[in-house]
């Protein structure tokens, strides 16, 4: 498959300027219980971020919802590994959610036939990645889900039982971190303003399966 076949396939990808590589977005709409979770002050989605600035952007709009479309294209999983072929990092989500089981079937199957590339995905549907287990699945090495918490200072999702080896992530605005405390929006010299030009840099925790809990700064 050719690299613009494989463009149109998909519906193309989102380039996050902090992020190490290229990420998969899909309407904040389209979040069944994070749109659920937005009506609700003190949650992590109440005051999402891609409600706000250039995701609001109508070009942007446009780009997420012709991905959602997309997914139902036959040959997406294909056009997946090949937009993936020399990549090395890649975020599922930077905005949107699972859409369900077949959705997070398709995206192990991606994982799965790209080794080389390490996938991260966050996640607040825990029920989905609940069933998968049940039923069997089992995620490649090369993918860390990670279950969102809800409350921002809240404690990290539950993960007794079949989620036992699944990790998690959390938001901290007064409280103190919970784990490993992402320094992207630490406040850097020499990087003036109020968002302190946040990056990865060379982070990668959020990939990292031994780091059990990512915790991020609340920002708006």
């Known amino acids: 498959m050719k690299v613009e076949d494989a463009w149109q396939a998909v519906g193309g ?11 998969f977005g899909i309407p904040v709409e389209a979040c069944k219980l994070g749109r659920k979770l937005a009506r609700k002050p003190g949650t992590v989605c109440h005051d999402c971020y891609a409600g706000r600035r250039r995701y609001v952007w109508p070009d942007t709009l446009r780009a997420h919802r012709r991905r959602l479309r997309h997914l139902k294209n036959p040959r997406w999983v294909e056009g997946m590994v090949r937009l993936l072929d020399t990549e090395r990092w890649f ?13 997070l079937r398709l995206i192990v199957r991606v994982a799965e036939l790209t080794p080389w590339c390490k996938h991260w995905m ?22 860390v889900v990670r ?22 992530s959390t938001v901290h ?28 840099d ?19």
């Not at 975020?91 to 959705?103: I, M, N, P």
């Not at 966050?122 to 993918?143: D, I, Y």
């Open 13 to 23: 990808l989102s380039e996050p300027g902090k992020m190490p590589g290229y990420a």
């Open 91 to 103: 975020r599922w989500f930077d905005v949107g959610d699972l859409q369900g089981l077949w959705h």
């Open 122 to 143: 966050p996640t607040r549907e825990v029920s989905t990645v609940r069933a998968f287990l049940r039923s069997g699945g089992q995620f490649p090495a090369n993918l």
């Open 147 to 168: 279950l969102s918490g809800t409350w921002i200072d809240g404690p990290p999702p539950a993960t007794s039982g079949i989620l036992e080896d699944v990790r998690t």
């Open 173 to 200: 605005k007064a409280g103190a971190p919970v784990g490993y405390a992402c320094p992207a929006m630490a406040p850097q010299p020499g990087r003036p303003g109020k968002h302190y030009a946040p990056s990865c």
């Open 202 to 220: 060379l982070c990668r925790a959020c990939w990292d399966p031994a780091v059990k809990n990512v915790s991020y700064v609340w920002h708006d």
